[in-house]
């Protein structure tokens, strides 16, 4: 027969004296009733984080920031032009000080906001790879690590859309966001891939790239891509292994699907490519 197990707990909150009956058949174990108290205790978060999208180039632009830093500091990566007053505007709401404004390589769908943000906030510097070729205050290399107070980002190279194209990972560490996020430009998108056609693009590059350096993480570590066009927000590396229709595949099976895309011209790119070359700004200035 189930025999009743009840155990009572005092605590200060409201959930007290209750029984548990637990089926336990031809034994009869015998508790004793205790008191015990607790105190709950919500643990302020470390890492601020938001994803911002904007809808005619569909790219998604990523704030993160230390809250336990007395300053509070923040970065945006792959900030757009158009939605730069937005993100500025959160920025101050959240009472954030922005150091950085990021790209993971030289963009040809937008404009990135970098240069205007510069002029809107003194003191950010923009960075991008050194290997784009492309104008910025700080240029990283694969290895290097971009800090906002104890919050790091690991740089690594994942070209193959472009020459230049990098992928931020947070820190690998218990002191680090868990699980770690990678924000892989367009390098790896959620179930596809930038297009390796223009801009010193090579599928063999990218097939390469992606899997040394992304499907190397591990499994649960969140996928940020800067665009979807399908209402996705977030993937994992395990996902993407197992179910992206173009990276799962062998290489050569994934060389032939890239040649035999057949995209339109990149509407943008005639603008935003030499934009994009100079901070995002088209009239450049000296200090750059």
Known sequence: ???????????????????????????????????????????PCKLIFRQLFEKESSTYTYLLADSLHPDKPALLIDPVDRTVDRDLALVKELGLKLIYAINTHVHADHVTGSGLIKTKVPGVKSIISKASNAKADLFVEPGDNIYIGDIHLEVRATPGHTLGCITYVTGDGVDQPQPRM????????????????????????????????????????????????????????????????????????????????????????????PSNMVCGLQETKSDF
């Open 1 to 43: 027969m189930a025999t009743e197990l009840e155990i009572h707990f005092s605590t200060s909150s409201s959930f007290s004296n209750f029984s548990i009956l637990l089926p336990k058949p031809n034994i009869f174990l015998p508790f004793k009733s205790y008191t015990t108290s607790f105190s709950a205790q919500i643990m």
């Open 182 to 273: 990678a924000f892989t430009g367009d390098a790896l998108l959620i179930r596809g891939c930038g297009r390796t056609d223009f801009q010193g693009g090579s599928s063999d590059k990218l097939y390469d790239s992606v899997h040394s350096q992304i499907f190397t993480l591990p499994k649960d570590t969140l996928v940020y891509p800067a665009h979807d066009y399908k209402g996705f927000t977030v993937s994992t590396v395990w996902e993407e292994m197992l179910y992206n229709p173009r990276l799962s595949k062998d290489k050569e099976t994934f060389k032939n699907i890239m040649q035999n895309l057949n995209l339109s011209y990149p509407k943008m790119i005639d603008i935003a490519v």
